[in-house]
């Protein structure tokens, strides 16, 4: 993999806040054109993680390099490239959302006026109202506004549904989707609401307790995990049922459903004949894939 | 656990509450060397009267704290055990009270009272306990049965002209007086007023509806200026996109929006200022010491911020600077204007009205390059405002008494220039490695930085 393709490239990061590792010795890199999903649990270290990409925090020990710069040192001209919504949704409180927005676009060159007038349309954003008096939501929306309408090649995402209604927040998966297709575009989203991410990733990253504990492809991960569901096709099911790699197993008499590891359909199919089962395979989803993975 | 002391217990967690003896006793100490209350005159009577509403506000906040605390309601036996906390606040309250008497006595600088003078002390302290509790509970009464700032602040007034009247005119029989009144409204605030559920619903009422009426508030006030807004957009505009220029003027936008919303009452307050200035005469210096040194709190750098901008750690570093500069550079073109106009007013003064002009000295004209430096330092430390006042004024405390004992004020101009040298140097180079090691070395997420950062 050449440099060129790489966004974000992380090696052996570590942090920690007094007694707490934040961040454990954490490798990884960001290919550009990306969309990627950061799970994990409140605490898992995600928004660190997020903040030193940026520049926000610096590594205790490691490197974290992005758009070829050392994240410590990166300066205006990787920054104006760089778009970040937190969960926070920390904007400027005195100014009105249209003076904000005013403010903001003064800094980027690129800024896409047009984009701007469609979003605030369809966002309801009011740009007469204070910003500090903005509802958490339409805060929301409008950190999402100016993090995106200068267009940047690497954006990335902190919880930023978090605050969102469900119309909110389908819009913004909309808009997800229309982002993605500038293939140059990298994406790197936290959520917790893993069944609106999962509509628009096509890469996971799990944590927990400051380290990745996955980071393969969504594909392969749904590849790797699947969900089995046997019929007898004569009499009652065996007594233990002959599958490897099993994480879970619901079953009575006649019917069984099994969560398996690294089973291809092939291999399910060879072993649900040997116990003269019908099988039926279906991919889990990431909800069920990331509980397994951390458990 | 009893109630009474899982109630302090969960309250000494928040610093409002440990940080009012904190206030009180600095503040004690800050009123010694004033003396007698009924010596004043016109001069230090407004720096007493500001202290005053301080006090009130300080602790009634605190008690406020512990009063609209959910988790009371829940637990048997609450309303005794709200009172008794009270109770307890309000001898704290007292204590400061005595402490101010015993510092007095050290102000007059005499270590070891006459015989007589002990007598006199101990029957004048459980006098001023009485009072300082009164005080106290009338304070906490119309904070919680009152709702608008106004009624509240007018409370406040009058509660100190009631106690300020009392040490103007007091003898030994007012005293007594004193003494009496405060006893029986202590009784019939803790019978009447505290074992009535309504006055906990009414502070938690009011806890929340502060909440609403800070939005309220915000959506009701205007924008900055169009025309200011126009200038520092063609400012940021006419720089290059990745010029220093353009960040210089971005954050200083940042930076004194929040004062430029609100210019009319920043107008209104440099006037009462000078009113504050003029009749307080020399103990000028020692407000202006602490309200340069707060205000300065609240100007919010642009270095912490979780709202990313294309301004790298060495931009931060830079644009910090220049806003401190810029920001100092203010501040002293205002201490000069109060000085102007505090001129002005002795000069258009009715004959009866005791105003003194601040002295114009260039000592009083640079007073904020040397306050601002410390005051910046304690914001990039995280430092909480409420802390930040108590540093002031025992550090104006402690400055006022080494220029006294020290007897700086007859050293030679010489000595003054380098005294004042060192002083500038030595905070500036502190502020200086201080702002360095925050943006190229420290976090730059926002957590305890004043809105608008």
């Known amino acids: 993999m050449s440099d060129e393709t790489i966004m974000v490239k992380i090696r052996g990061l570590s942090k920690r806040f007094g007694r707490i590792q934040a961040l454990d010795g954490v490798d990884l890199d960001i290919e550009r054109g990306r969309i990627i999903g950061l799970l994990g649990a409140n605490g898992a270290g995600k928004s660190t993680l997020l903040r030193h990409i940026i520049g926000l925090y610096l590594p205790d020990s490691g490197s974290c390099t992005t758009l070829g710069c050392d994240a410590s040192r990166l300066g205006p001209a990787e920054l104006a490239r760089i778009g970040y919504v937190h969960q926070e949704g920390e904007l400027i409180d005195w100014m009105t959302a249209a003076q904000l927005i005013r403010y903001v676009s003064v800094y980027y060159p690129n800024w896409n006026k047009e984009l701007e007038q469609r979003l605030v349309g369809e966002y309801e954003i009011s740009l007469k109202a204070r910003v500090g008096s903005l509802s958490p939501g339409q805060r929301q929306r409008l950190a999402i506004l100016i993090a995106i309408c200068f267009e940047p090649e690497l954006l990335i995402l902190d919880e930023p549904a978090a605050a969102l209604d469900p119309l909110a927040r389908a819009q913004f998966l909309d808009l997800l989707l229309q982002l993605i297709q500038d293939q140059k575009r990298t994406i790197v989203i936290s959520s917790h609401i893993l069944s609106d991410v999962e509509k628009v990733i096509d890469h996971a990253l799990i944590m927990k307790a400051g380290k990745i504990v996955a980071d393969a492809s969504f594909d392969e991960l749904r590849e790797k995990y699947s969900r089995v569901r046997l019929t007898s096709l004569a009499g009652p099911l065996p007594e233990p049922l002959d599958f490897a790699n099993v994480l879970e197993c619901r079953r009575n008499q006649s019917e069984a459903t099994l969560i398996v590891r690294d089973l291809s359909p092939e291999l399910i199919e060879a072993a649900a004949a040997r116990i003269h089962c019908q099988a039926a395979v279906q991919p889990l989803p990431l909800e069920d894939i990331y509980r397994l993975v951390v458990a | ?453």
């Open chain 2, 1 to 453: 656990m009893r109630i009474f002391l899982a109630n302090w217990r969960a309250s000494l967690t928040r610093e409002r509450i440990w940080l009012i003896p904190v206030i009180l006793c600095t503040l004690s100490a800050f009123l010694a060397p004033v003396g007698d209350i009924s010596l004043l005159g016109g001069v230090t009577l407004g720096v007493v009267l500001f202290i005053g509403v301080c006090l009130g506000i300080a602790l009634s906040r605190g008690q406020f704290a512990i009063a609209s605390r959910p988790f009371s309601f829940c637990l048997p036996g609450y309303r005794e055990s709200l009172a008794e906390v009270h109770f307890s606040a309000s001898l704290l309250f007292s204590g400061s009270f005595v402490l101010i008497e015993i510092m007095r006595a050290h102000g007059q600088w005499s270590l070891l009272y006459p015989d007589y003078s002990w007598c006199f002390l101990i029957c004048k302290t459980v006098s001023m306990i009485l009072m300082g509790m009164m005080t106290f509970l009338v304070m906490e009464a119309l904070r919680l049965a009152l709702f608008r700032l106004p009624d509240i602040v007018s409370g406040f007034w009058s509660v100190v002209v009631f106690y300020i009247g009392l040490g103007v005119f007091r003898s030994v029989q007012v005293h007594r007086v004193a003494a009496v009144v405060g006893l029986v409204s202590v009784l019939v605030f803790f019978r009447l007023c505290l074992a009535r559920m309504s006055w906990v619903k009414c502070a938690h009422r009011q806890l929340l509806a502060g909440t609403t009426g800070r939005r309220v508030r915000l959506e009701a006030k205007g924008s900055v200026l169009p025309h200011v807004e126009r200038l520092f957009l063609a400012q940021m505009r006419t720089s290059g996109p990745l010029a220093s220029a353009r960040y210089f003027w971005c954050s200083l936008y940042r930076t004194l929006g929040p004062a430029l919303l609100c210019w009319k009452w920043m107008l209104l307050g440099v006037v009462a200022f000078v009113l504050v200035c003029s009749y307080s005469g020399q103990e000028a210096r020692g407000v202006t010491f602490i309200a340069i040194g707060v205000m300065a709190w609240f100007v919010p750098f642009p270095i912490r911020s979780n709202l990313l901008l294309p301004a790298g750690r060495r931009e931060r570093y830079v644009e910090a600077v220049l806003i401190a500069v810029v920001i100092s550079l203010a501040f002293v073109a205002l201490t000069s204007a109060i000085m102007g106009l505090s001129l002005l007013a002795v000069a258009l003064r009715p004959g009866s009205f005791p105003f003194s002009a601040t002295d114009v000295r260039w000592s009083g004209v640079l007073l904020p390059c040397l306050v601002l430096p410390w005051s910046f330092v304690l914001q990039l430390q995280g430092c909480k405002w409420q802390v930040l006042l108590v540093i002031m004024i025992a550090g104006g405390y402690v400055l006022d008494v080494a220029y006294r004992l020290i007897g700086i004020g007859a050293w030679s101009a010489q000595a003054h220039m380098i005294l004042f040298s060192t002083a500038f140097i030595c905070g500036w180079a502190l502020f200086l490695l201080s702002l360095r090691h925050v943006c190229l070395r420290g976090s730059l997420i926002a957590s305890q930085v004043p809105s608008g950062a």
